[in-house]
């Protein structure tokens, strides 16, 4: 797959040096598509069967996580480590923050039903397991409706409405990022469809 850029707004790619892009004035969302690997996907369902799992640390940890994450059998907790671990070094890379917290989180229903923006600078999310996060396009929203509580007058039409897939690594701006202003990315999280998803995210505030 060749990088493609859509609009002004947006970048994805199978290549990981699509995240670079966010620097980009005008562009507000970077993803770079990976290819599932399933012995990270076999140690994520390990973590949705544990009730209400949540997970926080600093990446200066990153030596110590075999002792944080809970162990299992089969191995397959370190090349999941492994995985977290590099996508925060190249969000850390990216954002030029000294030491970033991760977040890592199994929820079980909708967190916010609401598109909205996020009051950071820059955010990265990687679902793991379930379902992506849902993103729209600035060429298809109405900011001055921002912050209204209806999706309806936000978005033109839902048909617009575009969602990530398991893998996929996000970087967003957010309405704090002041090289962009006014620019965060339009988004929500999902109907969960009665199904555990676990996601990664590190903001840059």
């Not at 996020?118 to 900011?143: E, F, K, S």
Request: proline letters at 5%.
């Amino acid at each position: 797959m060749q990088k493609i850029k859509l609009t002004e707004q947006y970048y994805i790619s199978n290549k990981e040096s699509v995240l670079d892009n966010i620097h980009e004035k005008g562009t507000n969302l970077c993803i770079w598509k990976r290819r599932v690997k399933q012995d990270i996907i076999h140690y994520a369902k390990h973590l949705t069967k544990i009730p209400n799992f949540s997970l926080e640390f600093k990446l200066s940890d990153k030596n110590n996580l075999l002792d944080i994450f809970p162990p299992f059998d089969d191995g397959t907790a370190k090349p999941f480590i492994d995985d977290v671990v590099g996508i925060a070094l190249r969000f850390q890379d990216i954002t030029k923050i000294e030491n970033p917290k991760v977040h890592l989180s199994v929820i079980n229903d909708m967190q916010c039903p609401l598109f909205h923006v996020d009051y950071v600078r820059m955010r990265l999310i990687c679902t793991y397991i379930g379902q992506g996060t849902l993103w729209v396009p600035n060429a298809d929203i109405n900011r001055n409706h921002l912050g209204c509580g209806r999706n309806d007058h936000l978005i033109r039409s839902m048909d617009a409405v575009r969602q990530t897939e398991n893998f996929d690594v996000l970087i967003m701006k957010g309405e704090a990022n002041e090289s962009d202003p006014k620019n965060g990315l339009i988004h929500k999280s999902p109907d969960t469809k009665g199904e555990p998803r676990l996601f990664l995210r590190i903001d840059a505030r």
